[in-house]
């Protein structure tokens, strides 16, 4: 199977592209900075002080031919904590500067075809904002876009052949290795409808021969609108081989918003089951979360089966002010941790076009651990 998808992808690849008049080719940037201070206590739900300053710049480039062909790349600059230029001034990952992403696309008839180093996203609840190395060929309409994709998740081509202990001769034809790579592929459906209404599906397998990690895996979130009441409801399902758990992984959430006098109001709850685990960038949680600037990095379901429930009231003070709060609860089928408890909030300030000012507070109180984290920050976006 998978010498099968490697090939389909080198004969996409070989396809003629068609030459389509496009705009003048060039270059452009955008990107988007910020600093941020913290103050982080007992994020181990024991006794610690884990407060620091940190900073980034993030460039985006893309460069465009004038037949539609393109590059994208994102690199990060001083993405690192303040600790006197020790990280901020050295080359790598995580602190002078890195790529983010870096991959090339072009138009082949009524298809594009990217590969390379890329971001790829399914929904919050399941997988989002993760970097792939592979080959994305995407048809795209005004309400339709359908993804077929293959990624390389782990490549491994070295050889190892036996040795006859007496003779040491090699046998060559009894490589023991041969080729165990990783590969994930499948498909991902984006639909929008009349009234508002869209669903985003994804199902993909991932053939790995170093182990038992073989297996399937599918994802969906569908979006609309009644009345005023805006609807989500998000689900995703995981074999078992595919996740390394014992049973199947499921999970599922439903959220409500709707307008209350001048504020918004969003009720949120759902469900995992079996070691699923939300992915980090999935809300409406600051604390239950990796998404937000103090979250403490402990996602939905990742202290087992987990039922939980959020209320979300957010209002806009003036046009540059909006107050945002959480209140959830979680119930967790843990020996140890048998509830969590969130309360948090923030304020967003537009301090000018492309600056914005936040202010985020939060408390998680986990029954059965030591002490509740408590985090505080204040942080400056900026845009361009």
């Known amino acids: 199977m998978k010498k099968l998808i490697v090939a389909a992808a080198g004969l996409m690849l070989a396809v003629p592209m068609v030459q389509t008049a496009f705009a003048e080719a060039g ?6 900075g910020r600093a941020r201070g913290f103050y982080l206590q007992d994020y181990n739900f024991d006794d610690s002080d884990t407060s620091n300053w940190n900073s980034r710049l993030r460039l985006k480039i893309k460069a465009e031919s004038k037949g539609g062909a393109y590059g994208v790349a994102r690199i990060r600059m001083a993405d690192s904590k303040w600790d006197g230029t020790q990280l901020t001034r050295k080359l790598g990952e995580g602190s002078n500067i890195y790529t983010d992403y870096a991959y090339i696309g072009a138009p082949m008839g009524p298809i594009t075809v990217e590969a390379g180093m890329m971001p790829f996203n399914v929904t919050t609840w399941s997988v989002w904002d993760v970097r792939v190395d592979g080959l994305h060929v995407k048809y795209a309409s005004d309400t339709t876009t359908v993804v077929a994709f293959y990624h390389k998740v782990d490549e491994f081509d070295e050889s190892a052949y036996v040795v006859d202990p007496v003779t040491l001769t090699v046998d060559k034809s009894a490589d023991i290795i041969n080729d165990d790579d990783v590969d994930r592929f499948g498909v991902l459906v984006n639909q929008k409808f009349d009234g508002g209404w869209g669903v985003v599906g994804s199902i993909w397998m991932v053939n790995d021969d170093q182990g038992e990690g073989d297996g399937v895996a599918a994802a969906a979130e569908v979006t609309g609108t009644v009345g005023t009441v805006g609807v989500l409801a998000d689900a995703a399902w995981y074999e078992a081989d595919y996740a390394g758990t014992v049973d199947d992984n499921f999970g599922f959430y439903v959220q409500a918003a709707m307008p209350v006098g001048a504020a918004n109001l969003a009720v949120g709850a759902g469900m995992t089951k079996d070691g699923f685990v939300a992915d980090g960038d999935f809300g409406p949680f600051i604390m239950l979360s990796d998404v937000s600037n103090i979250a403490t990095g402990i996602g939905i379901g990742a202290l ?19 107050l945002t709060g959480v209140v959830a609860y979680a119930d967790i089928d843990n020996d140890v941790a048998d509830s969590a408890i969130e309360v948090s909030g923030k304020a967003a300030y537009a301090v000018t076009e492309g600056a914005t000012l936040t202010g985020e507070v939060g408390y998680l109180d986990v029954d059965g651990l030591e002490n509740p984290a408590v985090g505080a920050g204040v942080i400056l976006d900026i845009s361009f």
């Open 27 to 32: 270059v452009s940037f955008t990107g988007d």
């Open 304 to 322: 087992g089966d987990t039922n939980f429930a959020a209320l979300v009231p957010s209002i806009a003070v003036s046009e540059q002010l909006t």
